[in-house]
């Protein structure tokens, strides 16, 4: 797979990949709100409460320019651009959770200020001093 | 990774990341129990501090969120099994039993004080490089 260099993380990959996948459905939805607090499409253990606390520790504002790495369906990213104002972008490796993070930041009224980028974590095309900050959770180091 | 980070920010500019890892000081018994039972990234080698400050990063902070992180990995658990027939149907009964399993043994390693999970914060530095 894409952006993997080591069988561990091509098997990591692979089961992220198929995960984003299968649909999300009304049990999903409801799972996520009891347990994340929110319906962003996420699947680790950033509650909305840590996200809030990532904003601040980031300063997050109008104008500017936010890299979620791993963004998986767009968790915390998009949430993170609707909360502060700021624009964002969304990378990683599995193409379907990008494509659902993009759909739902077209139908939050995101869409010219979040943008998505299929990239590894490890080769990202972007130019040095791109970005205002940076954060992923639980991602590999 | 942390490096392109630094090199991706302006000076000045600023990253936030949660990270699950293993306790520190641990025998080695214990750190593989973290990397088995924990997600693949608790295979990471170094502390996330010296990784950071090896990146050159500067003004890192640390905040332990592992009480939360129980809690989440609990209720995780808990709502899967309250929407079983739900989620059987979505994922497949093989599917749902392993993320189960692998939650469960998550939050042992997280009970036996093995398997952490933190904020840290960093700034890239204004005016030099290293």
């Known amino acids: ?141 | 990774m942390l490096r392109a980070c630094r090199r991706l920010l302006r000076p000045g500019g600023r990253t936030a990341f949660h990270t699950i890892h293993p306790a520190s000081g641990l025998t080695k018994a214990q750190r593989r129990r973290a990397s088995r039972d924990g997600p693949v990234a608790v295979a990471c080698p170094r502390p996330h501090r010296q990784l950071l400050e090896a990146a050159g990063f500067v003004d890192i902070s640390e905040t332990d969120l592992t009480t939360e992180f129980a809690v989440v990995t609990r209720a995780w658990t808990e709502q899967y099994a309250a929407h079983r027939e739900d989620l059987v149907a979505l994922l497949g009964a093989e599917l749902f039993e392993e993320r189960q399993a692998d939650r469960s043994a998550q939050l042992g390693a997280i009970d036996a004080g093995v398997l952490r999970r933190t904020l840290f914060v960093a700034t890239r530095p204004v005016g030099h490089w290293r």
């Open chain 1, 1 to 141: 797979m894409a952006g993997a260099e080591t069988k561990q993380e091509r098997q990591t990959l692979e089961r992220f990949a198929a995960r984003y996948r299968l649909p999300q459905n009304e049990a999903t939805r409801e799972v996520e709100l009891a347990v994340i607090g929110g319906d962003w499409g996420a699947n680790g253990y950033t509650t909305m409460a840590q996200a809030d606390l990532l904003a601040e520790a980031l300063g997050l504002r109008p104008g500017m320019r936010l890299l979620d790495l791993g963004a998986g369906r767009g968790w915390p990213g998009l949430y993170l651009a609707k909360r502060s104002g700021c624009a964002a972008v969304l990378s990683d490796v599995p193409v379907d959770g990008l494509r659902a993070g993009a759909a739902r930041g077209r139908a939050e009224a995101l869409s010219r200020r979040v943008s998505a980028v299929v990239a590894s974590a490890r080769h990202l095309p972007f130019g040095e001093g791109s970005f205002d900050a940076i954060v992923h959770t639980d991602v590999l180091c």
